[in-house]
């Protein structure tokens, strides 16, 4: 596909507008990201992004854990390569843990 050559080496990350993980995500994760990570935020059905969005919905609908956000996505050798990282993250969240290793693992995926 034109898209995945076009964008080979390229990081994503994905979440939505769930309140109380939107703002968490906003103020604590997103401000530790690499600048080259490439944000894409579902607003409702409302993909925002600098990405071409009709790539990015169908990259979305066709993950197997669609509902489990935040998500990570990567572009590498022309296939593109998702996880999950709901479960930590809402660990994270949940029990007021320190978000070193969540974002430890964020990394690593985008190695």
Sequence with gaps: MKFLKENEGKNFFCYNNRKKSK????ESILTNLNKEVVIVYLNGRDIESEYNKEFISEALY????????????????????D????NPFFGIL?????????LGEINHFFQ
């Excluded at 066709?62 to 390569?81: A, C, E, S, V, W």
């Excluded at 996880?83 to 709901?86: F, Q, V």
């Design 62 to 81: 066709g993950l197997k854990h669609y509902t489990k956000f935040p998500h990570l996505m990567k572009i590498r050798n022309g296939q593109l390569i």
């Design 23 to 26: 703002e968490y995500i906003e």
């Design 83 to 86: 996880k999950s990282i709901n």
């Design 94 to 102: 949940n029990m007021n843990k320190p978000k070193a290793e969540l």
